[in-house]
């Protein structure tokens, strides 16, 4: 099998792509095709091989600028997320300093409202498949080299700047270090800078420990760099588990407020040098759901060119609790999911050891 048709996105090989209001892009994927009986890494896996398409309509902002850095924001429906996150990067002059590329992932609700009544840029993907957020953010990177832009940024919709003056520092980091991908510290905002007001979500109450159920997580460390989490049992899925370090640590925590490499980074802020980005394939189109993130920062990683975390004196919000149940009409953990975690196993597992630091 090629893996390279489908672990990489075709789309940045093709000369023939011209960017237009309305255009297709069709991609090879992998998909788990059989439900096994055991979860293991003896199981034989079956994958259908199939063709995506990926139909796009595209409105490019009147103020765009080659020379400024394009943040990539996928969002599907919650209209209010993604004006509330807009609203910080006008509040904080991101707009100035970016152009931003609003990815609306086949919402029903007006999301290409939001984004064109600000002067922001537009993209609608649409396809039969179902999510992918690789594949969303491919397309926007694919016209962003076109149009000549040297770096990309991607940022969650639930991601918000706290200050302009350490996006900017971050950035000047990013561009001064030669990285080729960087991220930075983040943090569950305080309740009062938070779209959800609520102590408890639901994602807090299903996935994280008791300690956090009382409100505590807020202003603590979402993200403070990564770290993997060896396991050995036979029946599960993936046995090099990339988790975030120092999660719900205290925000000033010195193993986190600090500058160094790392071989993996959170893929809800990545600045990336977009020529890399795509040199390296871009996220991993079969990797739909999960892990596409680590993906790419190991092939980093395996190049020389490890990713830097900048996390001194400067941090982000990351408010993932409201993110996390975004979508209502498809489950998070499904299929798809199990499909990522075992493709990831299959291409990374032997490898990872050499690569953690």
Known sequence: MNQKLFYSCSLFDDKDFVIAENFTVAQNELFLSTDPNVHGASTKFKFAKMKVEYKCKWTKQDNWSSKKPTLLIPIRNNKKLIDYTIANLKETNLVKHCNVIIIDDRSTENIQSSALENNLSYLRVDNSKGFNFSMLNNIAA??????????????????????????????????????????????????????????????????????????????????????????????????????HHRRFADLNDPLASCDKRSSILTGALHIWNLEKYIYLGGFNPTLSKNFQDIDLCLKATVEKHPPWYFGKDIYFYHDESYNFYNNKDEKKYDRQMKSDHIIFDKIWNEKIPSLVF
Request: proline share 5%.
């Open 142 to 243: 694919k016209i962003c080299y076109d149009l000549g832009n040297e770096t990309i940024i991607l940022w969650n919709s639930d991601l918000w700047c706290v200050k302009e003056e350490w996006f900017l520092s971050l950035l000047k980091k990013h561009k001064k270090s030669g990285s080729w991908v960087s991220g930075s510290k983040l943090v569950y905002p305080p309740k009062e800078r938070s779209l959800n007001k609520d102590d408890i979500t639901e994602n807090i109450k299903d996935n994280f420990p008791k300690q956090t159920l009382s409100g505590k997580w807020r202003n603590t460390i979402q993200y403070g760099g990564s770290s993997w989490m060896f396991v050995e049992l036979p029946d599960h899925s993936i046995r090099s588990t990339p988790v």
